[in-house]
């Protein structure tokens, strides 16, 4: 410290627990943005209220004020232009000593703060100090974040429960099976941070992705396609079939910690292998750890539509007997997760905040990157396939019709197969399952579920949202096809 500074205190036992950190560690000021939190500062001198004292924040390489990644603050008041964002402020809070130069500060970063780990400074006496780093993370306990959650229940199991369930099977035989999130482990400070600066975003771009990282939508789109290591550092390479024996087989996997650690260990290379219950428990291990509230979902009888046409197509010849493959595939189960977050970007008020489906399992690009979401569960359910981002991949996985046809002619659509007992883990501490079917799709075979179908093909052919929602279905014939699919993606 110089001169002007003798000491500082950064409280983190007591801000950490404030700020629900305390388990990540007590070491390192870890704090969540639109909450304040208290610094000391022991001064050389008594401290007038009026005194000069400013605080300088920043993070990222190309710390900016209009970018959001830097803010200088406190007295006197800096000028602000129109075009700054992420203002941080102070306030001396009451059990400041200033006689004995003891200037205790209450510190707010704003709610649109980028998420990341900043250096902070202060001016005093015209002469800068450095005084270290701290962390900040998204706030499900503000009600200005946009992750806000209201419900506590919900927030300890979707942000601070570290172990959970994740269902696989098939549809006639449900099981789960234990998963360690271990999203508070002190290695996952530095792990989950370093993911963010090794996407391919950030390469390119540095500072316009810190910049970004105020935006949950934005991060949780960055984390869904560095899960996957395809076309980048990513943490995962995945297998659907053996041989494994240069890597450890997906089945073998019973939590994320270790996972995250070989690859942070290894210089960012991909670790093998995994299947999408395993991509699916390292992105909420990462996404928990940010303070987006997460959780593991499973679809039983999955569908896998490859050209967006809301379909799954089967063909036969005359004999019943396949005659070419398809693309298109039913799965006993896939897993994804969702994260709780507002939908702004969609400009229809509140209508599509909550739950949105994220699946870092690498199936499809999504412009141009193996990601997927984040996709509004409310917009699967209603049938508004239009909406960023992969709306009609992940309705067809819940909801598409599978046609089959014999040659070139259609014998039959099924339209109940697709997509059954959803689930994720019940809140609390219970390994229940928690069927959340009818939040993506209305009850199977009903008016209503048939007309969302129609809406959804409507929205992805028109491109415009417009279209006739009225048109009656053709004529189906009935007929029993047994699946022998087993594989799982």
């Known amino acids: 410290m110089s001169a ?12 950490n627990t404030a700020h629900h950190t305390d388990e990540i560690t007590t070491k390192q000021l870890i704090v969540r943005r639109g909450q304040s939190f208290v610094l000391t500062l022991e001064l050389t001198r008594p401290f007038n209220a009026y005194d ?14 209009r970018c959001g990644t830097r803010s200088e603050f406190g007295n006197p008041s800096p000028m602000y232009t129109s075009d700054v964002k992420a203002i941080w402020k102070y306030k001396i809070d009451q059990h400041a000593n200033l006689q004995r130069g003891i200037v205790t500060l209450c510190v707010t970063p704003p709610v649109d703060a980028p998420v990341g780990k900043y250096s902070l400074s202060a001016t005093v006496d015209c002469e800068s100090n450095t005084l270290g780093t701290l962390v900040v993370l998204f706030n499900p306990w503000c009600s200005d974040d946009w992750v806000y959650l209201p419900d506590e229940r919900e927030r300890q199991e979707y942000v601070m429960n570290e172990d959970g369930y994740i269902w696989k099977g098939t549809s006639d035989g449900i099981c789960s ?3 360690i999130f271990g999203q508070f482990e002190e290695d996952m400070v530095d792990i989950c941070l370093k993911m963010l600066d090794v996407n391919p975003k950030y390469l390119r771009d540095p500072a316009a992705d810190v910049s970004a990282r105020c935006n949950p939508i934005y991060v949780s789109r960055v984390v869904s396609a560095m899960i996957n290591s395809n076309g980048d550092h990513g943490v995962l390479e995945g297998r659907w079939n053996e041989p494994y024996s240069d890597g450890i087989p997906p089945t073998h996997w019973n939590g994320s910690v270790k996972i ?3 690859w942070y260990g290894s210089y960012c290379k991909g670790v093998k292998y995994g299947q999408c219950w395993v991509f699916a428990g390292v992105m909420c291990t990462v996404m928990r750890f940010l303070g987006i509230p997460c959780r593991v979902v499973t679809n039983f009888q999955s569908a896998h539509d490859t050209n967006n046409s809301l379909t799954i197509d089967e063909f036969y010849d005359e004999h019943g007997l396949t005659s070419k493959t398809g693309a298109d595939s039913v799965w006993n189960f896939h897993v994804w997760v969702e994260g709780w977050m507002k939908r702004p970007d969609l400009m229809k008020g509140d209508s599509y905040d909550g739950w949105q489906v994220l699946d870092p399992t690498p199936q499809e690009k999504s412009e141009g990157v193996f990601c997927c979401g984040p996709a509004p569960v409310k917009a699967i359910c209603q049938g508004e396939a ?8 992940v309705f067809a996985e819940v909801n598409a019709d599978i046609v089959r046809w014999m ?6 659509s099924d339209t109940r197969t697709v997509g059954k007992y959803i689930s994720t883990k019940a809140v609390g501490y219970t390994n229940a399952r928690n069927d959340i079917t009818d939040s993506y799709k209305p009850r199977e075979g009903s008016a209503n579920e048939r007309a969302v179908f129609r809406r959804a093909l409507n929205r992805v052919n028109s491109g415009d949202g417009q279209g006739d929602e009225s048109r009656e279905e053709p004529l189906k014939v009935e007929m029993k096809f047994k699946q022998v699919k087993s594989d799982v993606l």
Do not use: A
Not at 5 to 15: A, G, L, M, P
Not at 52 to 65: A, C, D, H, I, K
């Open 4 to 15: 002007g500074i003798k000491n500082v205190d950064f409280h983190c036992q007591s801000n």
């Open 52 to 65: 000069p004292l400013t605080l300088t924040v920043e993070t990222g390489p190309s710390p900016s004020e």
């Open 177 to 179: 099976s234990p998963w």
């Open 260 to 262: 995250l650690r070989i």
């Open 386 to 393: 239009n909406l960023k981002y992969d709306v009609p991949f």
């Open 407 to 412: 040659v070139s002619r259609k014998m039959h």
